[in-house]
Nanobody, 124 residues
Framework: QVQLVESGGGLVQAGGSLRLSCAAS????????MGWFRQAPGLEREFVAG????????YYSDSVKGRFTISRDNAKNMVYLQMNSLKPEDTAVYYC?????????????????WGQGTQVTVSS
């Protein structure tokens, strides 16, 4: 079993930055592919960024490419999402997710473990 706990969300003005963190426990973290998803009110959960077990493969959604950076520290069992140049449309609950195959995927179905989420609100 894998437990994921997100932190770092909050309220920020447009153009600002936030850094989300996800702490993983349970199964060996270095074997997991990790992803960040988000869900805004009334909308479906959408892929934001993903990183494979080694950190060598990284994908971003087009909406965040160039503004967000995903990274991981396998020694600390942590994955991060650095969010810069935030826009009001980035407002959502952000979820950390783990894929047991170690892959990176934009599909939520590839991820079998999810955190509780952290709220990010960007004011205009």
């Amino acid at each position: 079993q894998v437990q994921l706990v997100e932190s770092g969300g909050g309220l920020v003005q447009a153009g600002g930055s936030l850094r989300l963190s996800c702490a993983a426990s349970g199964r060996a973290f270095r074997t997991l592919g990790m992803g960040w998803f988000r869900q805004a009110p009334g909308l479906e959960r959408e892929f934001v960024a993903g990183i494979n077990w080694s950190g060598e493969r990284i994908y971003y959604s087009d909406s965040v490419k160039g503004r967000f950076t995903i990274s991981r520290d396998n020694a600390k069992n942590m994955v991060y999402l650095q969010m810069n140049s935030l826009k009001p449309e980035d407002t959502a609950v952000y979820y950390c997710a783990a894929a047991e195959l170690g892959i990176v995927s934009a599909s939520a179905q590839a991820y079998s473990h999810w955190g509780q989420g952290t709220q990010v609100t960007v004011s205009s």
